[in-house]
């Protein structure tokens, strides 16, 4: 068993529309505090804050990872899976013991990954703007639109089509991988561009330095919509003229790896991305 190093503390959130994860959150919180861990709950996190936690446990999906991270960048997560998919939450519930265990010992790092910070301009004003996590998405109507794409001051091309993604890595294996786009391995410093359903045959996506400025334009009147991490009640209609910048954001998206974690391992089993699935690997 690994010992705690000197006194931590840890913030724990648990999905609300989960009984066993709410359940578990009632067994670690004495379990830490057992081990001489303090642990602050999401109400009580808000109201203290975050400043000296050293991780917050999520009890739930990648839904909720995402929402942790939104409401207390930069801290690290560490994702205990009770969703679908749960490619954030790598950890599965029955070893909840031994992955708080191994990040109180030390034994893991933090992977800080970058985010997205969005701004609508329309002519001089700034009339949205936004902080992703995965992907900022134009999104047509029942027509195609037009968008110009820009980076760094370089006009790149015009996509007619369905809309465009602009991916983070950790968004790389969401709608960018739907869409199409490439997966970015963990530690890839850069982002996705890729057009939606482009009315043309030339459909590769970019992938483009983490400090690039993308510019988005808008060049026809029909109907479209902004999401920022699929955000669809938030999601500001788009005009004529709309210019969609996208930088990389300040806070970081900060996850808990430990040891054994391996990226590809999950994209084999969460997404069964397997192309011989009784195959056994020739190298250990």
């Not at 992907?135 to 029942?142: N, S, T």
């Not at 669809?232 to 808990?256: C, H, K, N």
């Amino acid at each position: 068993m690994g010992e705690a190093r000197g006194a931590q503390t840890f913030g724990i959130i648990a999905a609300l529309n989960k009984p066993q994860a709410k359940e578990l959150e009632g067994e670690i919180t004495p379990w830490l505090a057992a081990r001489g861990v303090g642990c602050r709950d999401e109400a009580t996190m808000v109201r203290d804050g975050v400043a000296d936690l050293d991780a917050i446990v999520v009890l739930g999906g990648d839904g909720l990872m995402m929402r942790a991270a939104r409401m207390f960048p930069d801290v690290p997560l560490l994702g205990i899976n009770f969703g679908h998919v749960g490619f954030l939450t790598m950890v599965e519930r029955k070893d909840w013991r031994a992955a708080i265990e191994a990040t109180l010992a030390g034994e893991h790092r933090v992977q800080r990954s970058p985010t997205l910070q969005v701004d609508v301009l329309r002519g001089s004003a700034t009339v949205a703007s936004g902080w992703v996590i995965n992907d900022a998405v134009i999104r047509a109507g029942p027509q195609l639109i037009e968008v110009e794409l820009y980076v760094d001051g370089q006009y790149v091309n015009i996509y007619p089509g369905d809309g465009m993604i602009v991916s983070t890595p950790q968004g790389s294996t969401a709608y960018c991988m739907s869409a199409g786009g490439p997966i970015l391995t963990r530690g890839v410093r850069g982002f996705v561009i890729i057009a939606l359903n482009p009315h043309s045959p030339i459909r590769i996506p970019l992938v483009v330095e983490e400090e690039s400025t993308i510019d988005l334009v808008m060049v026809n009147d029909r109907p479209s919509w902004l999401y920022l991490d699929g955000k669809i009640e938030d999601a500001p209609d788009l005009q004529r003229g709309d210019l969609i910048r996208v930088r990389r954001g300040q806070p970081t998206f900060s996850l808990v790896l430990l040891e054994g974690m391996s990226f590809f391992t999950a994209v084999r089993s969460r997404f069964n991305f397997l192309i011989r699935p009784d195959s056994v690997p020739s190298r250990a």
